[in-house]
């Protein structure tokens, strides 16, 4: 004979005492000590009895109640134990709720090691940062579509389009990475949103560089305070300027600068340190800027850490010039192909790009030392104001 349900009537629920009052069905009524209430469903599965919260009286009504009930003696008559199956309905749940900003904030951890100086700097997390999570941030990952990330990013998307292309491939790294996590996630979320917003009508503009005719007279022009001695010493090595304006005196030995393989741009491989020969005029200048070495940097700034490339910028600003102190780098590679038979991967070695692809790169295991010794030797003999016509290198600088 079935048992009978729908014992209870919501009108007799506030006045119950205290104890246990079952409506039927598996679903009771508890009145504590406290005078507090709450339901609870009583079930049996693989021969033991549990039971099963299902919220507080008056917060969940009698009505409610009995419906709750009935879910999930539903899934107790598949088989499967009720409070597991709810727990791993809520953990499935939680999964798909993770907000964007902290599956960005665990993707930026994860990738760390492979930038620069562990991504202090900011310039991976930025464009997140600024032009995504102030509208995403908050919105659980699996929800966010093209439309959210068209809408998101179009502001931008002609008017700062490199920012907005970082942004978006920072985005794309997410959603892989909260795929990985085993987040529910449109994966082709941010190629449909560049279909959406049209290709970007900007152009990228190139960093003003002065010409290497002029690099002599700019040379000679400049003095021995630490901004105008990191000035020659970058012109005089063709480096970028964060290693340079980083440099230590460990990293010095005679004639041989070794930069630190995490402080190289583009290098993936961190523990491949890069080394910089330094022609005579350069060993000079550090020599000028050791004078100046605070807590073994050799070019500090003037209260704290080390002179800015916002610094050097100002100062050649402040001389009205539009060059800015990055473009010495094209200055130089200008200079090597319309003045010398440099041989291609000498060059590129010398501003420190990677040449070759992986498999010769596995075979080829010289940085042309020597060969770019001879030929900053010569960029330093130019600099320093010998205007020169055809430079033939020697065989082994080819």
Same mark, same amino acid.
Not at 202 to 207: G, P, R, S, T
């Given at each position: ?213 002029? $690099? ?59 080394? $910089? ?81 992986? $498999? ?30 055809? $430079? ?7």
């Amino acid at each position: 004979m079935a048992r009978p349900k729908h014992k209870l009537t919501a009108a007799e629920l506030k006045a119950k005492p205290e104890g246990k009052f079952s409506d039927g069905g598996g679903l009771w009524f508890h009145r504590r000590k406290d005078g507090g209430a709450q339901w609870f469903l009583r079930y049996t599965i693989f021969s033991r009895r549990h039971e099963m919260g299902l919220g507080p009286f008056p917060d969940v009504s009698l009505k409610e109640a009995r419906l709750e009930a009935e879910r999930w003696q539903a899934v107790v008559r598949e088989g499967k134990d009720a409070i597991k199956e709810r727990e791993r309905q809520r953990r499935e749940a939680e999964q798909n709720l993770h907000i964007l900003r902290d599956v960005a904030l665990d993707a930026f951890e994860s990738r760390k090691a492979e930038l620069k100086g562990d991504g202090k700097a900011g310039r991976w997390f930025t464009p997140l940062e600024l032009h995504v999570l102030p509208k995403l941030g908050k919105m659980p990952v699996s929800q966010i579509d093209q439309r959210d990330i068209r809408d998101t990013l179009s502001p931008i998307w002609h008017s700062k389009a490199d920012t907005a292309r970082k942004a978006m491939n920072r985005l794309s790294i997410v959603m892989r990475h909260a795929a990985a996590l085993g987040l529910d996630v449109d994966l082709q979320a941010t190629d449909k949103a560049k279909a959406l917003l049209g290709k970007q009508r900007h152009k990228a503009k190139n960093i003003p560089a002065l010409h290497w005719k002029d $690099v002599p007279d700019f040379y000679q022009s400049l003095g021995e305070t630490v901004t105008e001695l990191a000035l020659r010493l970058l012109i005089l090595t063709a480096v970028r300027s964060a290693p340079l304006r980083f440099c230590h005196v460990d990293q010095l030995d005679g004639d041989v600068w070794t930069i630190p393989g995490e402080a190289m741009k583009g290098r993936r491989d961190a523990t491949n340190d890069f080394r $910089v020969p330094l022609s005579g005029e350069a060993q000079r200048v550090v020599e000028l800027a050791l004078r100046h070495e605070r807590n073994g940097y050799l070019f500090p700034s003037v209260r704290k850490g080390v002179v800015s490339d916002a610094t050097m910028s100002r100062y050649m600003e402040r001389r009205q010039m539009p060059e800015r102190p990055h473009g010495f780098r094209s200055s130089f590679r200008d200079w090597v192909a319309e003045t010398t038979n440099t041989n291609h991967d000498v060059a590129e070695t010398a501003l420190g790009h990677v040449t070759g692809g992986a $498999v010769e790169r596995t075979y080829r295991r010289t940085d042309f030392l020597e060969q770019r010794r001879a030929l900053m030797e010569r960029w330093a003999t130019h600099s320093i104001g010998s205007h020169g016509e055809m $430079v033939r290198l020697v065989d082994g600088a080819r």
